[in-house]
T-cell receptor, first 114, second 113 residues
Framework: DAGVIQSPRHEVTEMGQEVTLRCKPI?????LFWYRQTMMRGLELLIY????????DSGMPEDRFSAKMPNASFSTLKIQPSEPRDSAVYFC????????????FGEGSRLTVL | GQQLNQSPQSMFIQEGEDVSMNCTSS?????WLWYKQDPGEGPVLLIA?????ELTSNGRLTAQFGITRKDSFLNISASIPSDVGIYFC?????????????FGAGTQVVVTP
């Protein structure tokens, strides 16, 4: 079975450019999470969706970040405009929404903003 | 908010040795989770603990949920090279979404032959 699929795996862009990260959750999972990982702050939850609806976006750093989930099989995280401090690995994870705490993570998108 | 303090930050061990790491919280957790992250990959769940005092094993891994519900430890016995990676403790920030996890800073494990 396919796991969580993220793209691109790596992106290098210049400050001010728009960045779009994509995620396809595991089929049948009804919860989707965007996490960011940096050396300084570790793994941080940015936003999560239940049944395609954004539930909590309190972790989104600022208005430059936005996330959408137009259907059950696709989500995007957009940064516009990007800044060097946005450089990080962005993970998408999905779960069945059950009370187990088991998240299935994708391989991540490594973003470098110059 | 809740803070997870994980120690040690890193460990350099020889193959065959046992590994022990722990995690403490400033607040009570109802669930403790241990994840492992291999280089270039996302974290993968190793063990989940749901009850204070619970001791759970998964192969060479053993984890315990502290009685106070503010701590947990993970042991790896007879380490092998593929145990290399970063181990994270985690717990749900709220009870209404078990995926809204707070992660510790991680323990990096390096195993030498």
């Amino acid at each position: 079975d396919a796991g969580v699929i993220q793209s691109p795996r790596h992106e290098v862009t210049e400050m001010g450019q728009e960045v779009t990260l994509r995620c396809k959750p595991i089929s049948g999972h009804n919860s989707l999470f965007w996490y960011r990982q940096t050396m300084m702050r570790g793994l941080e939850l940015l936003i999560y969706f239940n049944n395609n609806v954004p539930i909590d976006d309190s972790g989104m750093p600022e208005d430059r970040f936005s996330a959408k989930m137009p259907n059950a099989s696709f989500s995007t995280l957009k940064i516009q405009p990007s800044e060097p401090r946005d450089s990080a690995v962005y993970f998408c994870a999905s779960s069945l929404g059950s009370n187990t705490g088991e998240l299935f993570f994708g391989e991540g998108s490594r973003l470098t903003v110059l | 908010g809740q803070q997870l303090n994980q120690s040690p930050q890193s460990m350099f061990i020889q193959e065959g040795e046992d590994v022990s790491m722990n995690c403490t919280s400033s607040s009570i957790f109802n669930t403790w989770l241990w994840y492992k992250q291999d280089p270039g990959e996302g974290p993968v769940l190793l063990i989940a603990l749901y009850k204070a005092g619970e001791l759970t094993s998964n192969g060479r891994l053993t984890a315990q949920f502290g009685i106070t519900r503010k701590d947990s430890f993970l042991n790896i016995s007879a380490s092998i090279p593929s145990d290399v990676g970063i181990y994270f403790c985690a717990g749900p920030m709220t009870t209404d979404s078990w995926g809204k996890l707070q992660f510790g800073a991680g323990t990096q494990v390096v195993v030498t032959p």
